[in-house]
C-alpha cells in the first residue's frame, strides 16, 4: 500500500472520528467525567508513596523514588492498555466490518491512539511531581519524545499481530494477559534494577534486552534522576545494546505485514 | 436506449467464486483447532455461496441482482463493495463506489444524534467541513430537529432509520450499491425511498439495486442477472430476467400448493361447538377439488364442510382469504351478505359453497374459515390456515388484484 494513500483524507477523518467516540464513550455516565483521566494517575501516586516511602522502603538510594515508580506504572500501564485495546479492537468492531469497506488498520491505530491519550494525562500528572519534587529539567529531557515514539511503535506492532491473531483464535486474549503479568514482574517498575544487579549481573543484561525495560528506565533517567539504571551502564557491546531496537523493529514489520495478510478475510472470520 | 454513445464498462466482474469455511462447532479457540488436528477432522464445512460468477455493468445502468433467499445475492453485494475478497477470479470498479449494505454503519447508541451524524458520515467519506455544509439539509429531511441533541438509544427505530437514510442519500458516487434492506420502515418511508431511486434514476447514476422484490426492480432497472444457488441462471434485460425469476418462484410454490393439508393438520380455535372439517377450492362448475386458477375461469369457487357438535340456533358462517404476504383480500360472512342461516341440531352436517369473481392477482392464497353464533359474538371455531389456492395470470398486475379491465391508449 502507498504512503500516501494510508494517509489519505478519508482515512484520517475516519482515524479521528473513532478517536473521539471511543475518548466520548469511555467516561460516559460518571458523574466526574474526563476528570477521571487525571484522577486516576493522581491516586496511583498516593498508594504508591505510602506503600513505598512508608512500608517497604525499597529503592533508598534512588533520588525521588515515588517519582520513579509512578513514571515507570505509568509507562507499563500504556503498553498494557494500547496491546489490549489493539488486541480486542477488530473484534469489536466487527459490525463495522461486516458492512462496509474500509482499512482494518484503521480500528487498530485508533484503539493505541486512545491509549496515548491517557498516557498524555498521566504524563502531565508525573510532571507536576517531577517539578514539586525538584527535579531539574534540561535540554536532555527532550529524548522523552523519542522514547515514548519508540514505545507506541513497539505497542503497535504487537497490536497489530494480537489483533489478527484473536479473529482466528480467541483464546489469544487470556494468553495476552497471563503474559502482561509474567512480563510486569520481568520488567523493573517496582524494584530497582540494582537489587537485580547485586544477584547477578547477567540477569540484569537480560531484563534489559527487553524493549519495554530499555525504554522505561531511560526514561526515569532523562526525566527523574540520573540513578535510574539504563541499558548503555551495564551492557558495552553495541549489538547487544542493538537488540532492544531490533525487537521493536521486528515486531512493527512482523506484525503489520501479518495484519495485512489476515485482515481482507476479516469480514468472514468475525 | 441510446446507442449512439460507446458504452463504458464501470463494473466488470470475472469468473468469481466465493466459498466460506463453516466451522462445525460453535467455538473457534486454540482447544478445538488442537483436538481437530489430532483426530485429523477438518472442523469446518465448505459453503459455496457463488460459483464462477461474471457479467459487467456500463454506466448509466440500473442493474437488478434478483434471486430468492439464500441465492447469493448478499454476498455477491459484499464482494462487490469489498468487504469479501474472493477467492478466485476478480472484480473491477472503475470510479467511486458507495455501498449501502445497511443504513446507519457505526451508530452508537450512547452518542447524541448529531454526533451520529458525523460519525456515520466520517465512515461514507465526509469531513466534519462537509458535514458542518450539509447537515442542516439532513435534518431538515430526516425531520428531527428537536431531537438531534439526545441520545439514539432515545429514538423510534423509525427515527433511527430516517436519519440514516438521510445521511446516506448526501452520499456521492459514481456508483451506488444498494441492499433491498433500504426499502424497509413503514409507508412513507418507503415512498420516499422510491423517489430517491428515481431522482438517482434521472440523475444517470449507475446503480446496483439487489432484492427479492421482482416488482421494484422492474420499475426501475434496465439490466439484470437472476442468481439461484449461487450461479447466474439468466443475464440481460430485466425482463426477461424477472419473468424467468417468477417462473422458477411460481414452480417452487406450485409444489407447495399440491401439499394438499391434511384436515387432522388444522388448528382449530373457539368454543368446539362447531368443527370445520374441510375447506377446499373447487371448480365452479364440476365442483371437484382445483388447486390451480388462470384467467379462463371466471370464478374460484370454495367449498367448505362442518359438523355441529351442539345445537345451535343462529350460526355464523365466514370466509377470509389471505394473499402470499398476509394481507386480506376478501373477508366476509352471512351476517355481512344479509343470509339468513337455519338453525343446526347436534351431529349435522352442513356445507358452504362460496363463488368468488376472479380477481385475484398471481400469486398463492389461503383459505381461511371460521364459524359463530348469536351474532358472531362466540366464535364456535376457527381454522387460519384451512387450504390453499394458486392463481396464474399472463397478464402482470402490481396490486392484490388483477381485474379485468380496457385500457386504450389515444394520441
Same mark, same amino acid.
Given at each position: ?60 538510594? $534512588? ?61 502531565? $500528572? ?145 | ?62 442493474? %437488478? ?158 439490466? %439484470? ?46 368454543? %368446539? ?139
Amino acid at each position: 500500500m502507498k504512503l500516501s494513500k494510508i494517509f489519505s483524507k478519508r482515512n484520517r477523518v475516519l482515524l479521528r472520528e473513532l478517536v473521539i467516540t471511543e475518548f466520548k464513550l469511555r467516561y460516559q455516565g460518571s458523574a466526574l467525567g474526563y476528570l477521571w483521566s487525571v484522577l486516576k494517575p493522581l491516586f496511583l501516586f498516593a498508594i504508591l508513596y505510602i506503600v513505598f516511602e512508608k512500608f517497604l522502603r525499597l529503592g533508598r538510594d $534512588i533520588e525521588n523514588f515515588p517519582v520513579y515508580l509512578l513514571l515507570g506504572v505509568v509507562m507499563w500501564t500504556f503498553f498494557t492498555e494500547a496491546t489490549n485495546n489493539g488486541l480486542q479492537s477488530i473484534i469489536a468492531r466487527g459490525d463495522l466490518i461486516r458492512k462496509i469497506n474500509f482499512p482494518k488498520y484503521i480500528i487498530v491505530v485508533s484503539g493505541t491512539i486512545s491509549a496515548l491519550i491517557n498516557l498524555g494525562f498521566n504524563l502531565l $500528572i508525573v510532571l507536576v511531581f517531577i517539578l514539586v519534587s525538584g527535579v531539574h529539567i534540561s535540554f536532555e529531557s527532550l529524548l522523552v519524545i523519542p522514547l515514548i515514539l519508540e514505545l507506541y511503535l513497539f505497542a503497535l506492532g504487537l497490536a497489530f499481530f494480537l489483533a489478527a491473531l484473536n479473529v482466528k483464535f480467541r483464546d489469544a486474549g487470556y494468553l495476552w494477559e497471563i503474559f502482561l503479568q509474567a512480563a510486569f514482574y520481568a520488567t523493573p517498575i517496582l524494584y530497582p534494577l540494582a537489587m537485580v544487579m547485586s544477584q547477578s549481573l547477567v540477569a540484569a543484561q537480560l531484563i534489559m534486552l527487553n524493549p519495554v525495560a530499555q525504554i522505561i528506565q531511560d526514561i526515569r533517567y532523562v526525566l527523574v534522576t540520573h540513578d535510574s539504571v539504563t541499558i548503555y551502564h551495564i551492557i558495552s557491546h553495541w549489538y547487544l545494546i542493538a537488540i532492544p531496537f531490533a525487537i521493536v523493529v521486528l515486531s512493527v514489520v512482523v506484525g503489520g505485514l501479518y495484519f495485512k495478510k489476515n485482515s481482507k478475510y476479516f469480514a468472514e472470520s468475525i | 436506449m441510446a446507442k449512439t454513445e460507446v458504452e463504458e464498462v464501470v463494473i466488470r466482474v470475472e469468473d468469481v467464486t466465493k466459498s466460506f469455511k463453516i466451522p462445525l462447532e460453535a467455538s473457534s479457540g486454540l482447544k478445538q483447532k488442537v483436538i481437530n488436528t489430532i483426530k485429523g477432522r477438518k472442523g469446518y464445512r465448505d459453503f459455496k455461496p457463488l460459483n464462477d460468477i461474471s457479467f459487467t455493468v456500463n454506466k448509466g445502468d440500473f442493474f %437488478g441482482i434478483v434471486g430468492r433467499n439464500g441465492s447469493g445475492k448478499s454476498t455477491l453485494l459484499k464482494t462487490l463493495a469489498g468487504i469479501y475478497t474472493p477467492n478466485e477470479g476478480s472484480v473491477v470498479i472503475n470510479g467511486t463506489l458507495v455501498p449501502f449494505i445497511e443504513l446507519g454503519v457505526g451508530f452508537n447508541p450512547d452518542l447524541t444524534g448529531k454526533e451520529n451524524v458525523y460519525l456515520n458520515g466520517a465512515l461514507l467519506g465526509f469531513d466534519r467541513k462537509e458535514i458542518d455544509a450539509m447537515y442542516n439539509d439532513i435534518v431538515d429531511f430526516a425531520e428531527l430537529h428537536e431531537f438531534m441533541e439526545e441520545r439514539l438509544k432515545n429514538y423510534s427505530s423509525g427515527m433511527q432509520v430516517r436519519l440514516a437514510f438521510s445521511i446516506a442519500i448526501q452520499a456521492k458516487g459514481d456508483i451506488l450499491l444498494l441492499d433491498e434492506v433500504l426499502a424497509v420502515g413503514d409507508a412513507v418511508f418507503q415512498k420516499k425511498c422510491f423517489e430517491y431511486f428515481k431522482q438517482l434514476k434521472r440523475e444517470k447514476k449507475t446503480v446496483i439495486l439487489v432484492s427479492h422484490d421482482a416488482s421494484a426492480l422492474e420499475e426501475y432497472c434496465n439490466k %439484470g442477472i437472476l442468481l439461484n444457488e449461487g450461479s447466474i441462471v439468466k443475464a440481460g434485460k430485466i425482463d426477461e430476467v424477472i419473468s424467468k425469476y417468477r417462473s422458477i418462484v411460481n414452480k417452487i410454490e406450485e409444489t407447495n400448493v399440491e401439499k394438499e393439508p391434511q384436515t387432522g393438520a388444522y388448528v382449530h380455535e373457539g368454543t %368446539g361447538g362447531l368443527t370445520i372439517k374441510k375447506a377446499i377450492s373447487v371448480d365452479e362448475n364440476t365442483l371437484s377439488a382445483k388447486k390451480i386458477f388462470t384467467e379462463k375461469d371466471k370464478n374460484v369457487a370454495i367449498k367448505i364442510d362442518y359438523i355441529a357438535n351442539i345445537d345451535i340456533d343462529d350460526p355464523v358462517y365466514e370466509l377470509t382469504i389471505y394473499d402470499g404476504v398476509g394481507q386480506r383480500v376478501f373477508a366476509s360472512n352471512t351476517i355481512w351478505s344479509h343470509q339468513k342461516t337455519e338453525g343446526v341440531v347436534k351431529n349435522q352436517k352442513i356445507k358452504t359453497e362460496w363463488l368468488l369473481p376472479n380477481i385475484f392477482a398471481s400469486g398463492v392464497f389461503t383459505i381461511s374459515v371460521s364459524a359463530g353464533m348469536s351474532g358472531g359474538a362466540v366464535i364456535l371455531d376457527r381454522v387460519e390456515d384451512a387450504g390453499k389456492f394458486q392463481v396464474n395470470k399472463k397478464s402482470y398486475s402490481n396490486a392484490i388484484t388483477n381485474i379485468d379491465y380496457k385500457l386504450k391508449v389515444v394520441k
